[in-house]
């Protein structure tokens, strides 16, 4: 047994506290006692074994949040393998690079996605088995087949604390291509006793709700690992996650805490709304919103009509859990537009160009530095933490006098309109703040005289139709409410922004698209 291996800590925790026949996981109508999901760990990894996979390995995982892609996540950990789970919403496109990238000898894949990785199965030399949930092509391995046949005797490998045992795929650095982000049992254990058991105040007590998807940070902590090493349980979602589903599951599952982005909340909230649901979410003692900034408007419907209080973080793939967090239960803690203070053992500070500490008030770049922070990126990538442990993000921040810090965007997401710094998120908020407005992105770019200028996309709410009034309405608005240089030049009405799996906004997948409408139209 390997005392530096995160999930055999939990299976030894449940084995020592009498958790054996409690119930660990729920899906659907499926549940799985601590002893059931423990059992089936220990037979992943006597499968994987089986096909030659070692310590430190990696194993491609393309599933959807269901029990057996749990059992599959922490078995690969346990065996000491590092498992690299991908969105069931990538493409055969997205795969190619992935698959190249992870250079995964074995992959587990849901019958159903087998088609897609098929498409590109070729162009990745180094992936040599399939293990298949459901359905199969002729030759491939039938999972629970495999299961079956394995040993039950559990071999857990002898595993360190640095060891590497998940490898994220992150886009949230506003890249093109994302990059492979390697956690160690140790930073997973850090970042829940820094978040799950510090600042969430897990317990044996809590069911955990999670719709976010168990392929990023957010989730895979969130909806799986923090519960479990609580002593907890966890409902898995492998449906999208829409408003009636989620419903769903809070009325049969009733949990403590649920886990979504502002995005899913307001959605949650728009149509409680519409549905004249009353209270939905009163019961929680947490709801929990990460992965995208939450506008002030948003916040205060979601506390009115979901009549439930709010926890809102700003969060890392790199530190595995929250950096900052506010909550709407402590008034002071929360203001308009921060994103909140650091985390029980977490560090941060803000500087300039040349590494120096901003004053307050003033924007510079977040440093962060953690327990639970990762090494490097893994395939090459050379950003890391410096020798000091500081990690520079890719975001910009303000510290205001009160102590509370505020997202101001991407290094690249920022620009100049007339030799002054644009905060797109700060014309966001101002838009999504007129009723019209349901959600809102902002880049700059190039008027018909090469000059930068702010252009928004924006969703519209609700019965407001989109057209050249409101868009003469909403200029004029943010003319009023912000200083004037800062009001979009173009507005463009759309039916949703892009997003990563984890729910963050993706501006610069929005510049290509404003490129092909130019070359379209023929106008700036």
């Keep these: 047994m390997a005392a530096g291996n995160f999930v055999q800590r939990i299976c030894d925790d449940a084995t020592e506290r009498g958790r054996l026949d409690k119930p660990a996981l729920h899906e659907g109508e499926r549940t799985w006692t601590y002893r059931e999901l423990i059992a089936q760990t220990t037979r992943v990894g006597a499968a994987l074994t089986t096909l030659g996979v070692g310590r430190g390995d990696r194993v491609i995982l393309f ?63 180094t992936l040599r088995e399939l293990l298949v949930v459901g359905p199969r092509a002729a030759g491939e391995h039938d999972y629970q087949a495999a299961l079956a046949a394995a040993s039950d005797v559990a071999t857990t490998a002898v595993t360190e604390l640095d060891d590497p045992c998940v490898l994220l795929y992150s886009t949230g650095a506003g890249l093109d291509t994302p990059r492979a982000v390697p956690h160690s049992h140790r930073a997973l254990a850090a970042a829940f006793e820094s978040y799950g058991r510090g600042f969430l105040a897990l317990s044996e007590a809590d069911r955990c709700l999670s719709v976010v998807r168990l392929s990023t940070a957010y989730g895979l902590g969130s909806g799986l690992l923090f519960p479990l090493a609580a002593g907890g349980q966890a409902r898995l979602m492998p449906e999208q996650p829409r408003s009636e589903a989620i419903f769903a599951a809070v009325e049969s599952f009733d949990p403590t805490v649920l886990f979504a982005t502002p995005s899913i909340y307001g959605q949650l909230a728009r149509d409680a709304e519409a549905e004249a649901r009353v209270r939905p979410l009163a019961h929680l003692r947490n709801a929990v919103a990460g992965a995208e900034g939450m506008p002030e408007r948003l916040l205060s419907k979601i506390k009115a009509v979901l009549a439930t209080e709010v926890t809102v973080g700003y969060g890392l793939t790199e530190i595995f859990q929250f950096a900052l967090a506010s909550s709407t239960r402590d008034a002071w803690v929360t203001r308009p537009g921060a994103c909140g203070r650091p985390l029980p053992g977490i560090q941060v500070r803000v500087v300039d160009d040349n590494g120096e500490v901003v004053g307050t008030d003033e924007i510079g770049t977040l440093q962060v530095r953690s327990q639970s922070m990762f090494n490097g990126y893994w395939g090459g990538d050379v950003a890391r933490p410096g020798a000091d442990g500081w990690f520079t993000t890719r975001d910009r921040f303000m510290l205001d006098a009160h102590g509370m810090y505020h997202h101001c965007g991407r290094v690249d997401d920022l620009f100049k309109v007339g030799g002054k710094w644009v905060s797109p998120v700060e014309v966001e908020r101002a838009l999504t703040a007129h009723e019209a407005v349901w959600e809102a992105a902002v880049i700059g770019t190039e008027d018909e005289d090469g000059l930068i200028k702010p252009l928004a996309f924006v969703v519209t709410n609700v019965g407001h139709a989109p057209g050249p009034g409101l868009e003469a309405e909403l200029r004029g608005y943010i003319k009023h409410t912000l200083a004037p240089y800062k009001y979009p030049r173009w507005i463009e009405f759309v039916d949703a922004l892009p997003r990563g799996p984890g729910g963050k906004l993706l501006r610069y997948k929005l510049r290509p698209q404003r490129a092909r409408r130019r070359a379209e139209t023929g106008h700036a």
């Excluded at 959807?64 to 749990?70: G, I, K």
């Excluded at 493409?91 to 996605?113: P, S």
Aim: without cysteine.
């Design 63 to 125: 599933m959807r949040d269901t029990l057996e892609a749990a059992a599959a996540m922490l078995g690969v950990m346990r065996m000491g393998a590092v498992v690299v789970p991908l969105s069931e919403l990538a493409t055969a496109e997205d795969l190619r690079e992935l698959l190249q990238h992870a250079r995964a000898a074995v992959a587990i894949v849901d019958g159903f996605l087998q088609p897609v990785i098929d498409e590109v199965r070729a162009e990745a030399p």
